[in-house]
């Protein structure tokens, strides 16, 4: 997902990001492997994050200087699509999420 319009704080919120990867692990039903990692960048950077999941894993890369994110759910098996435009709203206080849907298959 590009994620942009963010209120920059947000995206500089170490907890809040924490906040939107739990929502989507409950919502994804996904299992965390390991603890996540958060790499917060000095000012004006924003925040790099991973969790590890058994599924493979999520990432975000936050750009509060710009109020754009890009947010990446990985996983090995399809799931239903939740309303990530809701999520990121009330998350990072996105005007606009644009998700792009990649299917990988093994090609035989």
């Not at 999941?53 to 754009?68: M, N, R």
């Not at 890009?70 to 098996?77: G, K, S």
């Not at 399809?78 to 644009?98: K, Q, W, Y």
């Amino acid at each position: 997902m590009d994620v942009s319009g963010c209120v920059p704080e947000r995206l500089k919120d170490a907890r809040g990001l924490e906040a939107l990867f739990e929502e989507l692990i409950v919502l994804l039903e996904l299992k965390v492997m390991g603890q996540p990692q958060w790499h917060v960048f000095p000012e004006p950077g924003g925040i790099t994050g991973l969790t590890l999941l058994a599924e493979s894993h999520l990432t975000i890369h936050t750009f509060p200087e710009h109020g754009f994110a890009a947010l990446n759910v990985y996983c090995c098996r399809p799931r239903l699509c939740p309303d990530f435009e809701d999520l990121t709203m009330r998350h990072l206080g996105a005007v606009s999420c644009r998700v792009r849907e990649l299917r990988r298959e093994v090609e035989t």
